[in-house]
């Protein structure tokens, strides 16, 4: 029998366990104590994270935010688990092309398009009808909210975070940790760690 | 034989006809006698609103404007039509993840996505490419354009109209009867009745 | 045996071969003698641009400008090329409702919606997750970008070129050689050759 355990009982999760395909279960586990027992999109709460660590089950982080997703990822290794445990999840209803890669522990949501040669990172979260096209990077731990576009040849840092609807000119990149905002238009390439917002985008406030 | 008719001969008729399925014909109502006889989007109008009183037929309302669809429906039931009559309109290429419902009445076009934990009530138009996600209600008679974006847990208040492209950030409630922008960028509620415009939205007016 | 020619050795044509459905073979080629012998998309690049015109083979043109497409369209016929040798690319993942038509030459990726009666010329190019909805017009040599969306009864003029993410008002006329910028939300008509960007998208220059 095969498993796929959500590590975090969020929103997200429910999501995830949506797009799984192929499995012939999907828990659930959390921190938290309130949660143990209930369901999530399907998924019974069965416990604390590092319960996965005795279990032989894939494995995916659902939390919305990429620093937890590696600081959840750093946890579980130091529990024992292997890295290939985790698995990578696609909608159904995604387009992945063939020649695209996209690395374990991500998850990409329904109508998320990969047109050509995009080579998307481990444990990336894209959200529905998000599209990247030829010859994206996009780096581990990014999140990519929906309906995002990204031109041609972007390449996108390790845990950047893109907002809803924002869009990316061909050829930019975005730096590591760096937040673009819902509806932004980003024309020029967007420094590690700084948040931009706008049409076009500019930058907001150096992130602390 | 199985019949769904069109309640008002508009653009979005031809759309919903041509997101139809399982059905073996389809036709329209139009009390615009002009348009007796006339086909769209392959239905050809057979006559007013109230011949669909006495038929068996399944029923969709086709007016962009939710305010009309519901004084129609109200019409409807004074002509002795049951709500039981009105048929959900699903493109085969939308997603609906299981858990989600959609209301008698509502029509959701190609690629629209319902992620995890969505209530969509009833005669709800959602245009192709629009994301719904976690836990987002979209109120009765809603109108939400092609490739809205809803972060998770929005709520979308009764005969609310959303813009193309527009999104909204997680969390925010948007009030009955009132409209944002398209491509506006919604990051507060927006209160009953008013038009929000722009990247933030701001209100530009309060609706008379 | 079958067999697509990609014209031009771009990004493009990467994701066209993606696109592409039903062909034994697929190569391309390009006047840049730097790439003959390499491979993009899986099809290897196999000499000039004029080698074509002695095949029977499928054509279709992927440079990203829709002058130059029309430059090569024109070098094509000039070689003896027949309009008729000019493939129709559509993703299967797009959604085209009976009753719309798209001509020779274009190429729609994936998750593109075109909802009830619309026309789209020669050589266009449309990005994934474009939607197109009732009655709207597109004219040869447009390019429209991922995730743009039309309202009804929208007219694009020829060559146009409308950014990513951009969004119209129904019933706007687009001019011919015109530009709409990223993220832009155009309200009123966009002049014959101008650049219009921002929400509301407004004129920023006269092209030249």
Not at 97 to 105: F, K, L, N
Not at 173 to 199: N, Q, R
Request: with cysteine; aromatic share 4%; proline share 4%.
């Amino acid at each position: 029998m095969t498993t796929l355990v959500l590590v975090a009982a969020s929103g997200l999760a429910g999501e995830t366990a949506a797009a799984a395909a192929g499995y012939d279960q999907i828990v659930a586990v959390d921190d938290d104590r309130g949660r143990w027992g209930t369901v999530v999109g399907g998924a019974k709460v069965i416990g604390p994270v590092e319960v996965v660590a005795d279990t032989g089950a894939d494995l995916v982080i659902c939390t919305g935010s990429g620093r937890v997703r590696r600081m959840l990822v750093e946890r579980l290794l130091d529990y024992g688990v292997t890295p290939d445990r985790f698995a990578t999840i696609i909608h159904p209803d995604a387009s992945v092309a063939a020649g695209c890669e996209v690395g374990p522990g991500s998850i990409l949501l329904a109508g998320v398009r990969l047109t050509s040669q995009v080579s998307v990172g481990r444990h990336v979260v894209v959200m529905p009808n998000a599209v990247f096209t030829h010859d994206d990077i996009v780096a581990d731990f990014a999140t990519v909210c929906a309906g995002v576009a990204l031109g041609g040849g972007v390449v996108v840092g390790e845990a950047a975070y893109l907002g809803m609807s924002s869009s990316v000119r061909q050829h930019v990149t975005i730096g590591a940790d760096s937040v673009l905002g819902m509806g932004s238009v980003l024309l020029h390439d967007l420094p590690v760690g700084e948040t931009w917002v706008g049409v076009p985008a500019r930058p907001v406030r150096v992130a602390v």
